[in-house]
């Protein structure tokens, strides 16, 4: 079966400081990735895209990126945090065949606040 | 404009009542309209998925439904849990593969 994992659970980051989120995939191969944010009182947010190694899609300007450097591995960076980054970070992955159309399977998420 | 608007935004019930979420849509083509469940902290589970051709698709005690001519969608659950108490988000794919989530409703279900 599919498993999807993401740490850190909690991070507590001052403004400024660099982060990376970090997300794994197991049991599936080729999968789409996600990295959605989730706000406080908002919609979830879809960030980043991925189709494949090394291949990164953005979906809105922001002072965040990601990457994927393995085929099931999707991280998440920034190099200066900002208050607004604050929120709720979910991993998602989806089959490939499936594109957008298909389920997504979401991580247990990571709860980001910047003081 | 593509949109998803949810209602009611919070609802409390009591166990073992039923209860129907509803969802509206703007998204124009539309390709699929998704129903998640959220619980408090944790990642969305995928409840239920309908085409534009399906108007009723089951999951335990949870049915949704869906009116592609009056763009709306439900979410009913019978004889609530405990459990259930969670936000459920309605998500719409629009034919092109952008995803257009709603706010959620949060549900509290109250021995």
């Known amino acids: 079966s599919q498993t999807i994992h993401q740490w850190p659970a909690t991070l507590v980051q001052p403004v400024g400081s660099p982060l990376s989120l970090e997300c794994t995939v197991e049991?599936?191969?080729?999968?789409?990735l996600y990295w959605y944010r989730q706000a406080a009182g908002r919609g979830l947010q879809l960030l980043f895209y991925?189709?494949?190694?090394?291949?990164i899609s953005s979906e809105v300007p922001q002072n965040l990126s990601a990457s994927r450097p393995q085929d099931r591995q999707f991280i998440l960076s920034s190099k200066k945090l900002l208050l607004s980054d604050s929120g709720f970070y979910l991993c998602?992955?989806?089959?490939?065949?499936?594109?957008?159309?298909?389920?997504?399977?979401f991580g247990p998420g990571t709860r980001l606040t910047v003081l | 404009k593509n949109q998803v608007e949810q209602s009611p935004q919070s609802l409390i019930i009591l166990e073992g009542k039923n209860c129907t979420l509803q969802?509206?849509?703007?998204?124009?083509?539309?390709?699929?309209l998704r129903w998640y469940k959220q619980d408090t902290g944790r990642g969305p589970v995928s409840l239920t998925i309908?085409?534009?051709?399906?108007n009723t698709k089951s999951n335990g005690r949870y049915t949704a439904t869906l009116d592609a001519d009056t763009k709306q969608s439900s979410l009913h659950i019978t004889a609530s849990q405990l459990s259930d108490s969670a936000s459920y988000i309605c998500?719409?794919?629009?034919?092109?593969?952008?995803?257009?989530f709603g706010k959620g409703t949060k549900l509290s279900v109250k021995p």
């Open positions: 998602a992955w989806s089959r490939l065949a499936g594109g957008f159309s298909d389920t997504q399977y």
């Open positions: 049991g599936t191969s080729n999968p789409n």
């Open positions: 991925s189709v494949g190694i090394g291949q």
């Open positions: 969802c509206n849509y703007t998204v124009s083509p539309f390709s699929n």
């Open positions: 309908m085409t534009f051709s399906e």
């Open positions: 998500v719409v794919t629009g034919s092109q593969g952008n995803l257009i």
